[in-house]
């Protein structure tokens, strides 16, 4: 699996690749923009990522945006709505209007923080990624 992890939080950022690198690559930003740029070029490179984990809160560019950005750019490259990349938000706003907007967006999951690695696992299984 190739798994993209968006995070500025250096502890969080830590753990999730950590975590996450048991089930395949995965690279990791530290901006939403950074994201995009890097889901962009895996597109490009016909590589695509399976996963994407993205932060809310993030500097330069907040991960509603780089959901947007990265839906965007699937619309763009005319991927079928069944073939868009799993994106499973990772945030610790956890109220109804933010699990809302996110949704509304394209999110495909939202997990809060702090992490629950069983949760996550049962995320990905649910996914059809692990």
Do not use: H, W
């Not at 499973?88 to 629950?116: H, R, W």
Request: charged share 30%.
């Amino acid at each position: 699996m190739k798994i993209l992890l968006a995070e500025d939080d250096y502890a969080t950022r830590k753990f999730m690749s950590g975590f996450l690198s048991k089930y395949g690559e995965c690279d990791v930003t530290v901006d939403g923009m950074e994201a995009v740029d890097a889901f962009l070029m895996a597109l490009e490179d016909e590589e695509p990522y399976d996963l994407v984990c993205l932060d809310i809160m993030m500097p330069v560019m907040d991960g509603y945006q780089a959901l947007m950005g990265i839906r965007n750019l699937e619309k763009q490259k005319n991927i079928p709505k069944e073939q868009e990349v799993k994106v499973i938000m990772t945030t610790a706003l956890n109220d109804e209007q933010n699990v809302k907007m996110a949704f509304d967006l394209g999110c495909t999951i939202y997990s809060g923080k702090p992490v629950d690695q069983t949760r996550f696992e049962q995320a990905m299984k649910k996914l059809n990624l692990i």
